[in-house]
């Protein structure tokens, strides 16, 4: 556990494509000043432009991803990027993007942890303020999700999933700080439901989505007709689904995969908060709505404790 800030040693630059938008970014990562944060540039809006500052306070949508808008400005799809961040304990970097959308790359983290540990972070001369929890805080909702936060000398998260599924009923995932997050939990994949990808067509998102950057979970047998339609959509040869239950364009790089980046997801969300926890988090069936409703809550309490940001 750093007792300083850390930033980035060097500055990294990413291209590929939004998610939901479907449209073309570069993004550039940079070494910022201690106690600064993580705060997102536009600079498709010109040089005066707002930065948005990664906290919760600016959480806009949460609909198959999490988005912040401040003064009129959006940023799409952060949780993977905030997730290695926080995973790596980067605590302040500039983050400059020429769309409104962190690209997907390869659905997970994997791209940003792996330049990111290859060089290491750079310590600074501030402390690290981390918010220690005092009591219980827990969050519900009506789809039968639960996140508690407890009381605890470091960060740890327990996760399970839980779906109307045969080949996803549940996974469990967990994350502490003796583990490798650049290895263990950052080059996880987002992941869908077959039945879930034309209806997400239709209302527009997934533009920029691909069989490059998702895990397809798949409960029945297909007709092959389906599926052929499926590859022409998504300019693929042949698809088929594997007794496994996943479509065939991709292998499982852990048998809890799915699981583990929904703790991916947890991370970054979390990150929102704006300072690293000291706290044990446990969370069932989580999602971006109830993340960021956690987050909300931690970060109320991180202002009256701190009061500077």
């Not at 790359?105 to 402390?127: F, R």
């Amino acid at each position: 556990m750093y007792l300083n800030q850390h930033t980035l040693k060097e500055t990294y630059t990413f291209q590929g494509k939004g998610l939901h938008t479907g449209k073309h970014v570069t993004m550039t990562l940079s070494p910022a000043p201690e106690n600064t944060g993580i705060r997102f540039r536009r600079t498709d809006m010109g040089d005066d432009v707002t930065l948005v500052e990664a906290w919760s306070d600016y959480v806009n949508s949460t609909s198959r991803g999490t988005t912040l808008k401040k003064k009129g400005i959006k940023i799409l799809t952060l949780e993977h990027l905030m997730g290695a961040l926080y995973g790596l304990c980067v605590d302040n970097a500039l983050v400059s993007l020429d769309s409104s959308e962190v690209p997907i790359l390869d659905g997970s983290a994997k791209y940003y942890a792996d330049a990111i540990a290859l060089d290491g972070i750079q310590e600074q001369s501030a402390p690290r303020k981390y918010l220690e929890i005092k009591e219980k805080l827990e969050c519900r909702n009506s789809n039968g999700s639960v996140i508690t936060v407890e009381p605890a000398d470091e960060f740890s998260v327990d996760l399970t999933i839980a779906f109307k599924s045969k080949v996803l009923e549940r996974q469990d995932a967990q994350f502490n700080s003796a583990m490798d997050f650049a290895k263990e939990i950052a080059p996880c994949r987002t992941f869908v439901f077959f039945n879930e990808i034309e209806p997400l067509l239709r209302l527009n998102l997934i533009r920029g989505g691909d069989l490059d950057n998702a895990i397809v979970i798949v409960d029945d047998e297909i007709p092959q007709k389906r599926l052929d339609h499926l590859a022409k959509l998504f300019n693929i040869p042949t698809l088929e689904r594997v007794p496994e239950g996943y479509l065939s364009h991709i292998s499982l790089r852990f048998p809890n995969e799915c699981a583990r980046h929904k703790l991916l997801d947890v991370l970054g969300d979390f990150s929102l908060v704006g300072y690293p926890l000291k706290a044990k988090v446990s969370a069932f069936k989580s999602g971006h709505s109830i993340n960021t409703e956690m987050s909300k809550k931690l970060r109320a309490l991180a202002l009256k404790q701190f009061g500077d940001k």
